[in-house]
C-alpha cells in the first residue's frame, strides 16, 4: 500500500520521516524529487513557494517504485498522488507558529500555514481525494519524534480505528475567539 505522509508545514513529517527510515521503512522525500529532478511549473511568488508538477512527479515514482508494494511518500503535498492512504499529521495552531518562527519563515507564511492547519486544509484535501475511510490523523502537539513515529507505524501496520478523522479539532480556538497567529 502506498502511504501519504502529510501535513502542514511544522508539523513533524521530516523527523518523523527520517525515524521511519531508521526503522526499515522506504519514505521518498518529494521535494528532493521534485528538486532533483527539476519537477517544478514555476515559483508562485505571491505564496512563495514552488509550483510542482504532479503529472511527472506520478510518471517519475511509477516507474522508479511501481513494483514497490509498502511505500510512504513524505510531503504537505503527498495526498495529491495516486496513494491509497494518507497520514495527515496535525499540530496546536499556536505551537505550529512557534515552530515555523523558530524556522524565520516569512510572517506571511507563518500566517498562511497557521490558517490552513486551524481550518484542516490539508486535512480536508485529503478527505476529498480519498475519502473519509482512507485517511488517519494524529496530533503531534505535545508527542515527541518517536512517539509521533509510533503512532504513524500502527496506521502503516492497519491500526486506522484510533486514528480517525475528526479525532483533532482546532475549532475551539475560532470559538473563544483566540487568535493564533500575531
Known amino acids: 500500500m502506498w502511504f501519504a505522509l502529510t501535513g ?29 529532478n527539476k ?23 511509477e516507474k522508479e517504485f511501481g513494483a514497490i508494494k509498502d511505500l510512504v511518500l513524505e510531503g504537505h503535498w503527498s ?4 496513494v491509497e492512504r494518507a497520514i495527515v499529521l496535525r ?12 524556522r524565520h519563515y516569512r510572517k506571511t507564511k507563518v500566517q498562511e500555514n497557521v490558517e490552513a492547519e486551524l ?3 490539508i486535512l480536508v484535501e485529503s478527505v476529498e481525494a480519498l ?10 502537539t505535545r508527542k515527541g519524534i518517536r512517539a509521533t513515529a509510533d503512532a504513524v507505524e500502527r496506521v502503516l501496520n492497519g491500526d486506522f480505528n484510533n486514528y480517525n478523522v475528526g479525532c483533532v479539532d482546532w475549532s475551539g480556538q475560532l470559538l473563544k475567539g483566540k487568535r493564533p497567529y500575531r
Do not use: M, Y
Open 119 to 121: 481550518v484542516d486544509v
Open 79 to 82: 495526498h495529491n498522488l495516486q
Open 39 to 61: 519537477f517544478s511549473l514555476g515559483r508562485d511568488k505571491a505564496r512563495d513557494t514552488i509550483v510542482v508538477d504532479l503529472d511527472k512527479v506520478c510518471r517519475f515514482l
Open 131 to 140: 475519502g473519509v475511510r482512507c485517511v488517519s490523523e494524529i496530533d503531534t
Open 91 to 102: 499540530c496546536d495552531p499556536r505551537t505550529l507558529e512557534r515552530r515555523l518562527k523558530q
Open 8 to 36: 502542514t508545514p511544522g508539523t513533524g513529517k521530516t523527523a518523523v520521516a527520517e525515524t521511519l527510515r531508521e526503522r526499515g521503512w522506504l519514505v521518498i522525500d518529494l521535494n528532493k524529487i521534485v528538486k532533483d
